[in-house]
T-cell receptor, first 110, second 116 residues
Framework: LAKTTQPISMDSYEGQEVNITCSHN???????ITWYQQFPSQGPRFIIQ???TKVTNEVASLFIPADRKSSTLSLPRVSLSDTAVYYC???????????FGKGTRLHILP | DAGVTQSPTHLIKTRGQQVTLRCSPK?????VSWYQQALGQGPQFIFQ???????QRGNFPDRFSGHQFPNYSSELNVNALLLGDSALYLC???????????????FGPGTRLTVL
């Protein structure tokens, strides 16, 4: 399983766009990149998943360069309710075992 | 449609005791995974159950065992509790789909276990 590295914490302000970058230098050919969000005392929630280029849904965008050694989760116009821990995960989607790192603690300020 | 539910919400035990945590998967899901999340850490995979059998297991001792019932609900049992077992225990459910599609896991709210 590819190891991921992401910032321990980030601060931003309401209305700003937030970009969280994750490094995964030894990503394998079959690996996908998945991001989860977790609020305090709740289980993680799937945000977005991608393999290459760009993926967008109603919540976020995921940018993956051609070499796939990193990825960036982009949250447009954040609000206070986006304060949470964001986990970057890399793995084969056929493997149901999810390996979480320590995540990035995002704190949105008013 | 109810999502993943877990019981109890909170639990306090003493060292050496045994505990059973319960999980009901999201409607239509047939696979249940259990995770342990210590304070300030990411969730750690314990094991996964599919068709009433343990399919995958993480790096946890045999004190951690589980069961899946015909209705797909699941239990996590921990024997001989240690102080270090204090954590949030998360249950996640998914539906196994043949082929390469991603089996998205839906997490429950967790059970907060405190061992004194």
């Amino acid at each position: 399983l590819a190891k991921t590295t992401q910032p321990i914490s980030m601060d931003s302000y309401e209305g700003q766009e937030v970009n969280i970058t994750c490094s995964h230098n030894n990503i394998a050919t079959n690996d996908y990149i998945t991001w989860y969000q977790q609020f305090p005392s709740q289980g993680p929630r799937f945000i977005i998943q991608g393999y290459k280029t760009k993926v967008t849904n109603e919540v976020a965008s995921l940018f993956i360069p051609a070499d796939r050694k990193s990825s960036t989760l982009s949250l447009p116009r954040v609000s206070l309710s986006d304060t949470a821990v964001y986990y970057c995960l890399v793995g084969d989607p056929r493997d149901d075992k999810i390996i979480f790192g320590k995540g990035t603690r995002l704190h949105i300020l008013p | 449609d109810a999502g993943v539910t877990q019981s109890p919400t909170h639990l306090i035990k003493t060292r050496g005791q045994q505990v059973t945590l319960r999980c009901s998967p999201k409607s239509g899901h047939d696979t249940v995974s259990w995770y342990q999340q210590a304070l300030g850490q990411g969730p750690q995979f314990i094991f996964q159950y599919y068709e009433e059998e343990e399919r995958q297991r993480g790096n946890f001792p045999d004190r951690f065992s589980g069961h899946q019932f015909p209705n797909y609900s699941s239990e996590l049992n921990v024997n001989a509790l240690l102080l270090g077992d204090s954590a949030l225990y998360l249950c996640a459910s998914s539906l196994v789909v043949a082929g390469d599609s991603y089996n998205e896991q839906f997490f429950g709210p967790g059970t907060r276990l405190t061992v004194l």
